[in-house]
């Protein structure tokens, strides 16, 4: 079955870390972009980051810049979003998505919590 | 950078055409052709419906329909069915090599 399953959510406190993992199944991982789109509580889809099939590019909204880092292991068919530095702002439903611009295949989401 | 601008809602009744805006700027929506819509039911994870402005994926209805002119896109439902009521996103690749969601629309069918 083509699926992606994220773990790793949870509840953290202020400035504190996560990672989260997304595991793929059913699909050529190696052969596509994999993004993250988050979604605070009642709040719309923010894009956070996405990673090419080889890892060799990243790119990331500014507001995570430098705090947050997106990695894949092609051996795994796995996608990570290390997340430090974490802000209230911050709280959300992680996704991952397969593809760079447009994603037909996302995750069930994991929800981090980030508490003051 | 800001996000896409889009309705907050948008009502019609049952086989009514409703259409959704999504305004951009000359760096994103009106640079590329990689505008996608996406649905979102309540606790759900969203759903593809528009990729690349007018493109709809395998096995999505031909009820949607997307188009774009300039700096803003549409995404079109012809014939609203009550199953249609959700929030709906775009989004665009932008100059910046990011993507960039609107703030989502609210569609109610009355």
């Known amino acids: 079955e083509v699926q992606l399953v994220e773990s790793g959510g949870g509840l953290v406190q202020l400035g504190g870390s996560l990672r989260l993992s997304c595991a793929a199944s059913g699909f050529t991982f190696s052969g596509y972009w994999m993004s993250w789109v988050r979604q605070g509580p009642g709040k719309g889809l923010e894009w956070v980051a996405n990673i090419k099939h080889d890892g060799s590019e990243k790119n990331y909204v500014d507001s995570v810049k430098g705090r947050f880092a997106v990695s894949r292991d092609n051996a795994k068919n796995s996608v990570y979003l290390q997340m430090n530095s974490l802000r209230v702002e911050d709280t959300a439903v992680y996704y991952c998505?397969?593809?760079?611009?447009?994603?037909?295949?996302w995750g069930q989401g994991t929800l981090v919590t980030v508490s003051s | 950078q800001s996000a896409l601008t889009q309705p907050a809602s948008v009502s019609g009744s049952p086989g009514q055409s409703i259409t959704i805006s999504c305004t951009g700027t000359?760096?994103?929506?009106?640079?590329?052709?990689?505008v996608s819509w996406y649905q979102q039911h309540p606790g759900k994870a969203p759903k593809l419906i528009i990729y690349?402005?007018?493109n709809r994926p395998s096995g999505v209805s031909n009820h949607f329909s997307g188009s774009k002119s300039g700096n803003t896109a549409s995404l079109i439902i012809s014939g609203l069915q009550a199953e249609d009521e959700a929030d709906y996103y775009c989004?665009?690749?932008?100059?910046?090599?990011?993507?960039?969601f609107g703030g989502g629309t609210k569609v109610t069918v009355l």
């Open positions: 690349d402005v007018s």
């Open positions: 000359s760096s994103d929506v009106g640079a590329y052709n990689y």
């Open positions: 998505a397969r593809g760079r611009y447009s994603s037909v295949l």
């Open positions: 989004s665009s690749y932008t100059s910046s090599t990011s993507v960039i």
